[in-house]
């Protein structure tokens, strides 16, 4: 079939945003110089917390393990240096959600930053048993690149009785972000990886069926994708299927829908619909963990927004601080400059400070100005259900605001509060500006307070 009459998927309930991406969308990635010093959280993982391997002075080589969990449980993922250098410091640093972290501070040595590593020798993950596959995923470090930062080898080593029942991986390059392009870049530019990622998850799952999911304002990817499936054998297993560019198309859930036509239950995960979803950025790097030898050090990320004066595709260190890129790459207008966004602008998190370090999960950095920018006060709510229609997760965002206003932790639980998957569809589609994702933002944090 061509791919211009292809079916399109979709899921009912999104949105069509302004997208923006227009002035970073086909651009090749540029990689930037390694920057004098790097800042790398400890703890870049949904998990249990790491700790430092490294003590103030040592030297350590760009790809070695400088953090990990001292117990090594099944929610943890280590931490390796991205330049080669001295550790001049490690303590509290403000990181991209916003909180305070442990961070390693490594001084970059200036000849040898980049070419005195440490990796990992390389691996076949097709003769090798399914148990290493998954520690040299662990080893690696990666995470879940596109959101909180789920360790990988636990998406792909779900429990027996689960395992049974998924027949379907999800390679998610739907990347329907506003701004955001970087899914797109690392599509581009390593479709072989990215298939490479996909074969190495379907050995060690046993899963059978692969499908990668985009977005039809990417359907120039079609030919070269489907070109690389080919010339890995895996016509007969693995797709590419087009869906509407619709917010949020690539969340979890929407794309399960879309995909496949099965809903994730109330609290449950994508396996209880017979799925694992894989970020495309993710699946490269598992494909790079065997073949390269190397960890999670370095990540393909857009800098775009009106106050950037060079929105580009870049492929940084982990750990680089905002304001030490030079201005080549990243030009910053700063008497335009209202808001710095890590993430997209519906997902993403504001910041009130370029001092914050670039991260595993970092897709891209938006500068917006004030035309780009709602300030709005926020209003009473009208009860207008503009939220309830326009939640793609079927929720009432009306009722839980008002349990969470009146501190009533279980009746926002109630009201769907743990389903909610932080789109930000209720608050664009508010009449009165009501900053409602926010505040579940905040109540599930409660929530998970309370739960420890
Ligand atoms: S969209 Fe805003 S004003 Fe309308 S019901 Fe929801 S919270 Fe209230
Ligand atoms: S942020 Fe949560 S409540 Fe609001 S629309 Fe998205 S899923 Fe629904």
Do not use: W
């Not at 960890?295 to 905002?322: E, F, H, M, Q, Y």
């Not at 914050?356 to 259900?385: R, W, Y």
Request: overall charge neutral; glycine content about 8%; aromatic content about 4%.
């Amino acid at each position: 079939m061509e791919s211009t009459e292809r079916k399109i998927r979709t899921f009912k309930r999104g949105l069509r945003l302004p997208m923006h991406k227009t002035v970073t969308e086909g651009k090749a990635v540029e990689t930037a110089p390694a920057p004098k010093q790097v800042v790398i959280p400890v703890n870049q993982h949904f998990g249990a917390p790491n700790q430092a391997l490294v003590k103030v002075g040592d030297y350590v080589k760009r790809g070695q393990k400088i953090a990990d969990a001292a117990k090594t449980g099944t929610m943890t993922v280590p931490v390796h240096a991205s330049v080669a250098g001295v550790v001049k410091k490690i303590e509290m640093h403000l990181q991209s959600n916003n909180t305070l972290g442990l961070c390693v501070f490594i001084e970059a040595d200036p000849e040898k930053a980049d070419s005195d590593t440490d990796f990992m020798l390389s691996l076949d993950p097709q003769t090798i048993s399914k148990e290493d596959c998954l520690t040299r995923i662990r080893e690696a470090g990666i995470v879940g690149m596109g959101g909180a930062g789920f360790p990988s080898y636990v998406k792909l080593s779900p429990p027996v009785e689960k395992l049974g029942k998924i027949d379907t991986i999800i390679a998610d390059g739907a990347e329907c972000e506003p701004y955001l392009t970087t899914d797109e870049a690392v599509m581009t530019e390593k479709p072989h990886r990215l298939v490479q990622g996909i074969a190495i998850s379907m050995r060690i799952t046993g899963v059978k069926r692969a499908i990668i999911g985009i977005e039809d304002n990417k359907k120039r990817l079609i030919p070269m994708l489907e070109r690389e499936i080919r010339l890995a054998g895996l016509e007969d297993a693995v797709t590419v299927e087009l869906c509407r560019t619709y917010y949020p198309q690539g969340g979890e859930k929407m794309l399960i829908t879309a995909l496949t036509g099965r809903e994730v239950p109330s609290g449950g995960l994508p396996m209880d619909a017979g799925c694992i979803v894989q970020n495309v950025g993710s699946l490269v790097a598992i494909a790079e963990a065997f073949y390269l030898g190397k960890p999670l050090i370095d990540r393909d990320l857009t800098v775009s927004g009106d106050a950037c004066c060079t929105p580009k595709n870049i492929r940084a260190p982990i750990g680089t601080i905002l304001t030490d890129l030079p201005e080549i790459f990243m030009k910053i207008d700063h008497h335009s400059l209202r808001k710095v966004l890590f993430g997209g602008p519906m997902m993403g998190v504001s910041t009130a400070t370029l001092d914050i370090p670039i991260q595993k999960n970092t897709s891209g950095i938006v500068l917006m100005t004030d035309a780009e920018t709602v300030f709005d006060v926020e209003g009473p709510c009208i009860h207008c259900s503009r939220c309830i229609r326009n939640c793609p997760c079927r929720l009432s965002p009306a009722l839980m605001n008002i349990a969470l206003e009146s501190g009533d932790l279980d009746d926002a639980v109630r009201a769907g509060l743990m389903d909610c998957i932080e789109c930000g569809s209720c608050t664009y589609v508010c009449p009165s500006r009501i900053k409602l994702v926010q505040r579940f933002r905040v109540g599930k944090q409660r929530l998970r307070q309370r739960l420890k």
